[in-house]
């Protein structure tokens, strides 16, 4: 990067304020210089993350690799550099997957200086009117409120069976007006909302758990909650879910909206101070976010206690001891499984879809080829990137197709939603779903026997 690549340019008016103006105090520790530089100085240049980038494995520019946008972060952290759509872009480019801090040896918080990179940005912008803009605006409108999300489900279900999906699908006025991506990756499945607030075990109780739903995920993986539901209270747990609790705040967390992810944060830590056992969540994605609220709520004990407490549901399940009269249904199928970035690069829990899998008898379990590589879902990635994502999807496509599993496992919801997109239009027959759905459905004297 030399001097003439920073001087070149200028800030453009859609910026509001220019970020080192004394007179722009940020508003949430996240929109604040300080975290940029505390992890942006940490790295040694010394690029071993690079081949682990999937956007510098695309693009082959410095610039969209790790060490690259850390040294932007910086240098617009320490206001060497003024905001620039160019700048803008090449964070807006990163998937937020992580890859890189797994293999850091600097231990640098690459997400966390991404999120204060773009917390800080999205306070001195004015908002975007782009299609794409406008569709993650509509998801993050729709999140924030449940009674929002229960409408949609509604909707959606009228929207599927009126034959309207079908005119949308077939005419081009989905894509005319820039809802393609957004409407292909919501599905309603037909099931209702899981509604109550505790589910008692089927046998002697070994204990309390406690259910993460999710804002989304509540209606696009609705079969998830109900079987990780089903199974648990096999399994002897009570199952509480607490009926005041919001969206993980992921979404509006690495697209720059501080104020409302830290909202979100607040709701839940307050929404799940029961003692009700360790708080389980389906959806990696989900799990990740909520494992990390103490790095982003320093110094608040209820956010430690939340955090110890936040557990993946595979993880939770693979550390049991189960009793010996639960027995799976033999099922001769090829299961690929796909390891989402969340599961692998932050929870660090990929082993244990695979540990559990195996408890079924029969099943042949196939990783997914290039599993470390993100399938360009990441939140809302794939509607505002969504030239790069296609190009991240296309592969994991491709081997499905010259592996022809029957089923693919993934456990993050956002992943499953993208992937299934792709599969159902590339026009195979390949099944998408939680692990936990494939265990409950082939429990004996379960609900698929
Ligand atoms: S591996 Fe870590 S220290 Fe090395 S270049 Fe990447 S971010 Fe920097
Ligand atoms: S988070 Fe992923 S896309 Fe972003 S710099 Fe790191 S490895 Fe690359």
Known sequence: MTNDWI???????HYR?????SSHEPSTILNSASYIKREAAKCVACGLCLPHCPTYGLLHDESESPRGRLSLMLALAKAELPLSDKLELHLARCLDCRACEKVCPSYVSYGLALDSARALIESAREPSASPAARSVSILQWLVEKRDRVRTLDKILWLYRLSGLQWLLRTSRLLKLFGFAELEANLVSQPIPIT????????????GKVTIFTGCLTQITDQQTLTSAIRL?????????????QGCCGALHLHSGLSEKAAEFMGQNIKAFTGDTGPILCASSGCTATLSEYAKYRESEKSADRFCSRVTDL???????????????RPLNKRIAVHDPCSLTNVLRQEDKPYALLARIPGVEIIP????SLCCGAAGTYHLTQTRIARQLRAPKIDHLRRLAPDILVTSNSGCAMYLAAGIRQAGLAIEVMHPVVLLERQLQNGAGT
């Open 195 to 206: 509604a109550a607030e505790i589910y008692p075990p089927e046998s002697k109780s070994k």
């Open 17 to 21: 304020y220019i970020l080192h103006d």
């Open 7 to 13: 001087t070149n340019y200028r800030t453009p008016a």
């Open 314 to 328: 595979n993880q939770f399940l693979a550390g049991l001891t189960w009793p010996s009269d639960i027995a799976f």
């Open 368 to 371: 997914l080829p290039d599993n």
């Open 232 to 244: 648990l209270n096999r399994l002897g747990f009570e199952v509480h879910v607490p009926p005041d």
